[in-house]
T-cell receptor
Framework: NAGVTQTPKFQVLKTGQSMTLQCAQD?????MSWYRQDPGMGLRLIHY???????DQGEVPNGYNVSRSTTEDFPLRLLSAAPSQTSVYFC???????????????FGNGTRLTVT | RKEVEQDPGPFNVPEGATVAFNCTYS??????FFWYRQDCRKEPKLLMS???SGNEDGRFTAQLNRASQYISLLIRDSKLSDSATYLC??????????????FGKGTRLHILP
């Protein structure tokens, strides 16, 4: 019963490097999203997707790209890492894009990224 | 008014006491509501959904007040293990698939021995 799987758990990058954070879910969820969490800032939405082939920007999309070629996968790409992108990143998914009491978000374990 | 607003706390509460906190939301079209619990920058985990008629799960009671646009969480007989940050989540979706799930910034709760 995997749920939402994020890799890697930890990553250290140098400024200017690129990388991809992986997110996969095996629950056939329509909705997937990426958040970053910084101390005192709460969860901030980076990008989200309401279904395969559809993505949209959240609150803080600059410096990040996403794609949703399959229902299961929603990778987050850092194009050119900057120290301001040091954060904890969470991927989350939910079953339906139409909103329901029984369709809460399920989170991955998080990726702790440090950019030096 | 912010989309979803919570008192950041911290709420320092002695073990065994009852504590309650609210979360206000600005979008009257919001459809579903949840309380999540987050420990020490681990991933948020669903505590309970909030139903229109209110609902209870053991020591936890959640209520929705649509007229005043807030939800509440009541914790009775608090335990040390209840110490965490509690996040309010509002889902505006009904017909607009492009609307986003909104998180509050969380309320920190410390249960004191």
């Amino acid at each position: 019963n995997a749920g939402v799987t994020q890799t890697p758990k930890f990553q250290v990058l140098k400024t200017g490097q690129s990388m991809t954070l992986q997110c996969a879910q095996d629950m056939n969820h329509e909705y997937m999203s990426w958040y970053r969490q910084d101390p005192g800032m709460g969860l901030r939405l980076i990008h989200y997707s309401v279904g395969a082939g559809i993505t949209d920007q959240g609150e803080v999309p600059n410096g990040y790209n996403v794609s949703r070629s399959t229902t299961e996968d929603f990778p987050l790409r850092l194009l050119s890492a900057a120290p301001s992108q040091t954060s904890v990143y969470f991927c989350a998914s939910s079953f339906t894009a139409t909103g329901a009491v029984d369709s809460p978000l399920h989170f991955g374990n998080g990726t702790r990224l440090t950019v030096t | 008014r912010k989309e979803v607003e919570q008192d950041p706390g911290p709420f320092n509460v002695p073990e065994g006491a009852t504590v309650a906190f609210n979360c206000t939301y600005s979008n009257s079209a919001s459809q579903s509501f949840f309380w999540y619990r987050q420990d020490c920058r681990k991933e948020p985990k669903l505590l309970m959904s909030v139903y229109s008629s209110g609902n209870e799960d053991g020591r936890f009671t959640a209520q929705l007040n649509r007229a005043s646009q807030y939800i509440s969480l009541l914790i009775r007989d608090s335990k040390l293990s209840d110490s965490a940050t509690y996040l309010c989540v509002v889902n505006p979706w009904k017909e607009n698939r492009d609307d986003k799930i909104i998180f509050g910034k969380g309320t920190r709760l410390h249960i004191l021995p």
